[in-house]
């Protein structure tokens, strides 16, 4: 018995060992031709899953930013190539993509992820390796400004780490305010999906509800997992809300809606930019009049997204670009103008250093990207604080008010 | 307004999907004491199943007149797969010690969900499953969808043929006698493998039903969704008092209300606000799968059996 457990011990030790030297001769012997170096953008998105159909956006949206930048020969002697990878939005997961990019030299930047709780994972690795890791959808406060963020007392977490989201102090709060002053409610009920983003968000917005006058009638908690909400909804209804609030993402949303208002409930459920997804509509038949809010302006509806619009209908994805799909192009493209700005620093060739120099050079990205202004604040957000509110009319997301939402009590 | 009566409703109605795929894990269990923990798999490939039939039947036609197709489509579905799973994972595995058709079982489910998530089309994410058009009713006091009422009448047909075939036909009274003892059995020239293979069969047919009412009742199917029902379902066949076919009906029911009362009412009960509420369901459903265990091992219906050598 004893020599049986030492060989399997013996035999695992060296599998692992086997698998940790083929992990670390990875990405050596690659070697450019010597007249274009290659720069690799990584991306890590839920590809697969229930979030696919944001994570595909993501995936196209970014693929169409290095398509772009190789074909007009954005940064002279660099060839971009993406390498996108998927997290099945699992934190553990996004943390293995995190280091498998990491250790391959050639990767400067890297684009995603779409879930906050990933974000959290992916952000020790990236920052250890001093790789930009940018992100165009996560919302959670704390991972730029640390989680004391309320109480005013705000640092910036992680030098590497930026995104083209606002945040959801901004977003939920903007829900708040929409919901108490355009939508007329008085009273709301209030449900989460315990995950980072859910729970961040729904609180932001009963700050905001509350302090201008609004009624929290009901709060209630559910499993992300779950799609059975028949027992929330009978509770929801006896509280009569006016509106009831979501803080989590579309499938346990879209099942959650269509069961409110089968029990009878007659109130609109809003959300936030986890919900604005065409899949919610799809998988919820009683979608109507359901609002999402979303970060920055309808991109149908700004002059400098018609040529991303254009070139991605060109493109022929299968997927559409969702709700980050301008977000997604504007975080690849800040990587590569900060690569840009890079090269040009060293005479038009790649330093030695480039992971560093272009986290450095990330801070002074400023251009007009699809979304708008892009360029980071000392704390690695973006300083477009532009969002939207949706609502669901004859099965189609509509744009029905847009703002830039004041940051409050912020020095 | 007293949700009291919606909520009993449902975790009635809940219960009896519960306990649907209980059964399968109960018969199993009874026959060759194996716990099948692909069957939450086994009941997702029927919803898959019956999601294709309709897929495949033109578009203007009825749900009601589909229903019956699909329903075929699901079971049968369920059934092939819950037959192939016994033939090629756990027959060969007969006589190996328990923990190799378990840890198959769990290998099995794996790959299953696997399978799916990689080759049926767009199973990626949740796939849409049609729903009932039309108003809820109102029983005594309840909103009851027009979907659910599928499962408030599946159940009990389920059941009472269920407990006919068993107690009153040739093959149900093998059945049981396979269950008391395998060998005596086939000392007295009952095929056991028969038998074997019918008790995963009708197990995965009650799998099939159970998937069409849950994605009548939530309006979609995923490839995961297996997983927490096949769970609960587990957990119900336990409560009930694993091995007999009418404790997994009631495991079900007992533990779908508990879930529905327990989200409804903890919250109020004094110094428990922080407990109450949806995130806390599933836990006071193995508070209470823990109750009943430490007061009765045997499960609720179930019959204290002497260890066999």
């Given amino acids: 018995m004893r020599h049986r457990s030492l060989l399997i011990l013996t035999t695992a030790v060296a599998a692992g060992a086997l698998t940790l030297s083929a992990c670390g001769s990875r990405g050596e012997d690659k070697s450019g031709d010597g007249s274009k170096a290659t720069v690799v953008i990584g991306l890590d998105a839920p590809l697969t899953g229930e979030l696919s159909a944001l994570g595909q956006g993501i995936k196209n949206s970014a693929d169409l930013a290095v398509k772009n930048a190789n074909k007009q020969n954005e940064v002279d002697g660099v060839t971009f190539e993406l390498r ?63 989680k004391n963020w309320k109480k005013n007392d705000r640092k910036r977490q992680f030098s590497t780490y930026f995104r083209t989201a606002t945040t959801d102090e901004v977003q939920g709060a903007f829900d708040g305010q929409y919901a108490y002053e355009k939508m007329k409610a008085k009273t709301a009920y209030v449900i989460d999906d315990q995950k980072t983003y859910g729970v961040g968000l729904a609180s932001s917005f009963k700050d905001q509800f509350t302090k201008l006058g609004g009624k929290i009638v009901g709060t209630e908690h559910v499993s992300p997992d779950d799609r059975d909400f028949k027992a929330v ?97 504007d975080a690849t493209w800040a990587i590569i103008q900060a690569v840009k700005q890079v090269v040009a620093d060293n005479n038009g060739k790649l330093p030695d250093d480039a992971r560093k120099k272009v986290v450095d050079a990330m801070n002074k990205v400023s251009f007009d990207g699809v979304t708008g202004k892009v360029a980071f604040d000392k704390y690695g957000d973006t300083t477009n604080t532009m969002i939207t509110a949706y609502q669901v009319d004859n099965k189609q997301w509509k744009a029905r008010f847009s703002a830039e939402f004041e940051k409050f009590d912020k020095s | 307004m007293n949700e009291l009566p919606q909520q009993l409703a449902n975790g009635l109605i809940l219960g009896a999907m519960y306990g649907l795929i209980a059964i399968g894990y109960t018969m199993v269990y009874g026959i060759v004491q194996l716990i099948n923990f692909a069957h939450g798999e086994i009941f997702m490939v029927g919803g898959f199943g019956a999601l294709t039939v309709y897929l495949a039947l033109p578009p203007g036609m009825s749900l009601m007149a589909a229903l019956p197709l699909m329903l075929i489509g699901g079971i049968a579905v369920s059934v092939l797969v819950g037959v192939a799973a016994e033939r090629f994972a756990y027959r060969p595995l007969r006589g190996a010690p328990r923990l190799a058709p378990l840890i198959t079982a769990i290998g099995l489910s794996i790959a299953l969900q696997q399978a799916v998530w990689k080759w049926y089309p767009d199973a990626k994410k949740a796939r849409v499953f049609p729903q009932f058009k039309g108003d809820a009713f109102d029983i ?30 040739r093959s149900g009274r093998a059945m049981q006698a396979t269950a008391q003892d395998r060998d005596t059995a086939a000392l007295m020239g009952i095929d056991t493998n028969r038998i074997i293979v019918l008790a995963f069969a009708i197990g995965a047919a009650f799998a099939g039903v159970a998937a069409v009412a849950y994605g009548l009742r939530t309006g979609e199917v995923q490839f995961r969704m297996g997983f927490i029902m096949g769970l609960k379902a587990f957990t119900a066949a336990v409560l009930g008092g694993i091995g007999n076919i009418y404790g997994a009906m009631l495991g079900g029911i007992v533990l779908g209300i508990a879930e529905a009362l327990a989200t409804a009412y903890v ?43």
């Fill in chain 1, 84 to 146: 996108p990878l998927d997290d099945k939005a699992l934190p553990n997961a996004g943390q293995q993509n995190a280091t498998k990019l990491a250790g391959d030299k050639e990767v400067l930047g890297i684009v995603g992820p779409l879930n906050s709780g990933v974000a959290q994972s992916m952000q020790q690795v990236a920052q250890s390796n001093g790789v930009t890791l940018i992100s165009p959808a996560n919302t959670t406060p704390d991972l730029t400004q640390g």
């Fill in chain 1, 233 to 329: 909804v009978a509770k929801a209804k006896s509280a009569n809300p006016d509106l009831v609030f979501y803080g989590g993402e579309y499938p346990a949303s879209g099942p959650l809606s269509q069961q409110l208002k089968d029990g009878g409930l007659d109130a609109p459920l809003m959300g936030g930019d986890g919900m604005y997804s065409a899949d919610y509509i799809e998988l919820n038949k009683k979608a109507q009049g359901d609002y999402a809010s979303s970060v920055g302006k309808p991109v149908e509806q700004l002059p400098s997204a018609k040529k991303f619009i254009e070139d991605y209908k060109a493109a022929g994805y299968k997927d559409r670009y969702e709700a980050y799909g301008g977000s997604t192009y």
């Fill in chain 2, 140 to 169: 005594l006091g309840a909103t009851v969808q027009r979907g659910d009422l599928f499962v408030v009448v599946a159940a009990p047909i389920c059941m009472i043929a269920l407990g006919f075939f068993v107690s009153k036909t």
């Fill in chain 2, 267 to 309: 919250e109020f009960i004094p110094g428990m606000t922080q407990f109450g509420g949806g995130a806390w369901k599933d836990v006071w459903a193995f508070v209470l799968l823990i109750l009943v265990l430490l007061l009765r091992p045997q499960g609720l219906l179930g019959e204290r059996v002497a260890d066999r050598a």
